[in-house]
């Protein structure tokens, strides 16, 4: 089974690591072993459940029209404010659309 390692928000935390279902969407495995990650439509349109892909981005799913569109969006709205620097360079997915192929380290972008 892949494992997706989450970020510690800060010092005082512990990373989290989850075994999840292969080719599932990250969202619905850590959501269904107890850690809701921060969302909104769940359909891919308004980019609240971003995260960062630390390590494994070639483990996931390829992006899709809808998830690449909102990304972008993402990006110019973040470029638009004094935040460009936490996407410039960035792999960022959204975990409600990305589906796990492998093991994967990510961080929930703000
Ligand atoms: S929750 Fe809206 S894009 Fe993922």
Request: aromatic share 2%; net charge negative.
């Amino acid at each position: 089974m892949p494992t997706v390692l989450v970020q510690a928000k800060s010092p005082n935390e512990n990373e989290q690591k989850f075994e999840v279902e292969q080719g599932q969407i990250i969202f619905d495995e850590l959501e269904r072993q107890g850690l809701v990650l921060p969302h909104g439509c769940l359909a891919g349109s308004c980019g609240s459940c971003r995260i960062e892909i630390l390590e494994g981005a070639e483990k996931l799913s390829p992006l899709g029209a809808v998830e690449a569109d909102t990304i972008d969006s993402i990006k110019k709205t973040y470029c638009e404010t004094d935040r460009a620097e936490l996407v410039i360079n960035k792999n960022i997915r959204l975990s409600c659309r990305a589906k796990v192929l492998g093991d994967i380290k990510i961080s929930v972008l703000k």
